[in-house]
């Protein structure tokens, strides 16, 4: 059973920073292109970015370029999101997802991690 | 673009039929073949149930199917039941290197 498990989700003030982490199992990580999507509070689902099997093609919305970073580690079958220059509207519930052949095929889902963006 | 243009809401009775549509533009849901749809219930994680525009993953139930007309994608919800009041989303790829999502449309039953 594939299995997605964020953390990382934290309050922080505006301008901060956070990093969050994915741990999946239950696949060949390393085979699959990862995705994070968030979700504000009440509201609804938005990309924030992509990065390829091989980390050598990353893209992001254009809300959040040149602020957060997508790395992994297939060795440890782990993705990350690095925020920085937190604002508030990038307060949300931050899901890791599974490509599932196409760029929009979100075929498996964490739970989510909260990101809270306030002082 | 800020989004895919989803109706608010859509209402219907138990073994109706209801279809929510999705409009993006010739840079999205026009040109390519590659429209997703997410039902989510409250408080819950998101769930594809259909990619592709018309095919379902294994385990959906066939009482949802998609479709899609030039700049405008839909879904169909036959044989309405209770445990498909939910939100759902569409979601399409963008030239050149993007992903989109829909508003979302509540689903009342």
């Known amino acids: 059973e594939v299995q997605l498990v964020e953390s990382g989700g934290a309050v922080v003030q505006p301008g901060g920073s956070l990093r969050l982490s994915c741990v999946a199992s239950?696949?060949?990580?390393?085979?699959?292109?990862m995705h994070w999507v968030r979700q504000p509070p009440g509201k609804g689902l938005e990309w924030v970015g992509l990065?390829?099997?091989?980390?050598?093609?990353?893209y992001y919305a254009d809300s959040v370029r040149g602020r957060f970073t997508i790395s992994r580690d297939n060795r440890r079958d782990s993705l990350y999101l690095q925020l920085n220059s937190l604002r508030r509207e990038d307060t949300a519930l931050y899901y890791c997802v599974k490509e599932g052949g196409n760029w929009n095929d979100f075929d498996y889902w964490g739970r989510g991690t909260l990101v809270t963006v306030s002082s | 673009q800020s989004a895919l243009t989803q109706p608010a809401s859509v209402s219907g009775s138990p073994g109706q039929s209801i279809t929510i549509s999705c409009t993006g533009s010739n840079n999205d849901i026009g040109s390519y073949d590659l429209v997703s749809w997410y039902q989510q219930h409250p408080g819950k994680v998101p769930k594809m149930i259909i990619y592709?525009?018309?095919k379902r993953p294994s385990g959906v139930s066939n009482r949802f199917s998609g479709s899609k007309s030039a700049n405008t994608a839909s879904l169909t919800i036959s044989g309405l039941q209770a445990e498909d009041e939910a939100t759902y989303y569409c979601?399409?790829?963008?030239?050149?290197?993007?992903?989109?999502f829909g508003g979302g449309t509540e689903v009342t039953v």
């Open positions: 239950g696949l060949n990580f390393d085979d699959y292109s």
């Open positions: 979601c399409s790829y963008v030239d050149p290197t993007k992903v989109i």
């Open positions: 990065i390829s099997k091989k980390s050598d093609k990353r």
């Open positions: 592709e525009v018309t």
